[in-house]
């Protein structure tokens, strides 16, 4: 059986993990406001396997410890010195007072850690485009997109953060009774803006000039591409059972086409195996799990 440490890192050590990611295009993530960022190293049987980067927030009471960065050179495979690795950091942030600790995984991964008692709160499912070519996703055509005007872009803002918190929820992404979510509040705000900001895409998908659903994304350019990072995508409640999903990311694909977007990542909640499976069946892959487990 094998045993695990977790270290604090040492400050050269930290560094030079700092310097190779940002050599290699990858930069380590900047801690968000309000969190205490904590950088570890993990020790497998006497051997220095990798570190971690911990940010540990307040959140709705409770203390929450987000696993920003695992970077190991353990095989996704070794399930053992994995199942330690997992028990080590648990162990670490109880002792830290975090009740709540969440991360996200290679989906080779997500099987250990659900042995450990994790929960798949959302998967991230990707896809690379076909530059040039938005003959993908195209079961039909019945649906065309357009930008939402600014009355639909008011009435999205009212209506899409009660959606996220509900679906958040259920998926067990944040606490039933109130995370503050005041980064999301304050990107929910900025879509009301008139014009809203360049990066935000807000569509309207109609069917014969009827409006039949709604999609949010936001667009990052990186490594001088772009891409697209999928919030939300629905279809009014009048308008579903018609298989209308399939042809609105066709639509949505003939899109972004014309916009130059090189990969589309999608974030599905946990519990929506439909959508999970709509994805798939279009060509994408998951790209990761993101997974929450109470320590209380």
């Not at 410890?65 to 690795?85: I, N, Y």
């Not at 709540?100 to 099987?111: F, H, K, R, S």
């Not at 450990?116 to 003959?135: H, I």
């Not at 790209?287 to 320590?295: E, G, S, T």
Request: overall charge negative; charged content about 25%.
């Amino acid at each position: 059986m094998s045993t695990a440490r977790v270290d604090p890192m040492p400050g050269t050590e930290l560094d030079a993990w700092q310097a190779s990611g940002s050599a290699a295009g990858a930069p380590l993530p900047e801690a968000p406001e309000g969190a205490h960022r904590e950088a570890v190293s993990l020790t497998v049987d006497g051997v220095r396997v990798g570190g971690a980067l911990l940010d540990h927030t307040d959140d709705a009471g409770r203390r929450l410890c987000v696993v920003r960065v695992l970077q190991t050179s353990l095989p996704r495979d070794a399930t053992g010195p994995w199942a330690a690795v997992i028990a080590a950091l648990e162990s670490h942030v109880r002792a830290r007072g975090a009740t709540t600790l969440t991360t996200a995984v290679a989906p080779e991964l997500a099987g250990v850690f659900g042995d450990a008692g994790f929960r798949a709160t959302m998967t991230t499912v990707a896809k690379r485009l076909d530059p040039g070519s938005a003959t993908e996703l195209q079961e039909d055509r019945r649906v065309s997109v357009r930008p939402m005007d600014a009355d639909e872009r008011t009435r999205f803002v009212a209506d899409v953060g009660e959606q996220l918190r509900a679906g958040m929820a259920r998926a067990g992404v944040v606490d039933v009774a109130g995370s503050r979510l005041d980064e999301l509040e304050a990107r929910l705000a900025r879509l009301g803006d008139d014009p809203p900001p360049e990066d935000e895409l807000l569509i309207t998908g109609t069917v014969d000039g009827v409006a039949v659903g709604r999609a949010w994304a936001t667009l990052v350019e990186r490594d001088g591409a772009l891409d697209f990072y999928g919030n939300t995508i629905d279809l009014f409640p009048e308008h579903r059972g018609q298989r209308l999903t399939p042809s609105f990311l066709g639509a949505l694909r003939r899109h972004v086409d014309a916009l130059g977007v090189r990969d589309v990542h999608l974030r599905v909640y946990g519990h929506d195996a439909d959508a999970r499976r709509t994805f798939l069946e279009q060509g994408a892959g998951v790209a990761d799990v993101h997974l929450r487990k109470d320590l209380s």
